[in-house]
């Protein structure tokens, strides 16, 4: 569901011209089963689709 959600503020921002601030301070995440049957792959790619679509500057810190 947070990916879903990330992924509409990626959007959004892209929509109005907001550049894209993300910081990363996680080194990696393993999902449960219980998550794989829920679709995380699924909304995760949705994620991923719309940070890669938008065209405002990205910047990672």
Known sequence: N??????R???FCD?????LLTFVDVPGFLPGTAQEHNGIIRHGAKLLFAYAEA???KITV
Do not use: H, L
């Open 2 to 7: 947070s990916s879903v959600k990330g992924a």
């Open 9 to 11: 503020f990626v959007r």
């Open 15 to 19: 929509a109005f011209n907001i550049p």
């Open 55 to 57: 065209t405002v500057p």
